[in-house]
């Protein structure tokens, strides 16, 4: 699952940089053409960082990735006063 997650990361930010490159550069007199393309450079952003999370996430859960230290965790033995 995790393969077929990174492949759909790839493919959604080609997907979005194709699609921008288009929405850029249509001419202003074509707009539906450019709403089109920027609909879809959108949609893959969104699919693109979603993929990218799901796999940055799965991958500290596996242990390939050391847990970032961005982010504050809660620890047993700390207790919630600290």
């Known amino acids: 699952m995790a393969k077929i997650i990174a492949v759909l990361n790839v493919v959604a930010w080609a997907g979005f940089w194709a699609f921008g490159y288009l929405a850029l550069t249509t ?6 053409r450019m709403t089109v393309a920027l609909l879809l450079a959108a949609g893959g ?9 799901w796999v940055v996430r799965h991958s500290e859960q596996t ?8 982010r504050a965790r809660y620890e047993d033995d700390d207790g919630l006063t600290g």
């Open 63 to 70: 242990g390939y990735a050391k847990p970032s230290a961005s």
């Open 45 to 53: 952003a969104a699919v693109g960082i979603w993929a990218y999370l």
């Open 27 to 32: 001419p202003p007199e074509e707009g539906s």
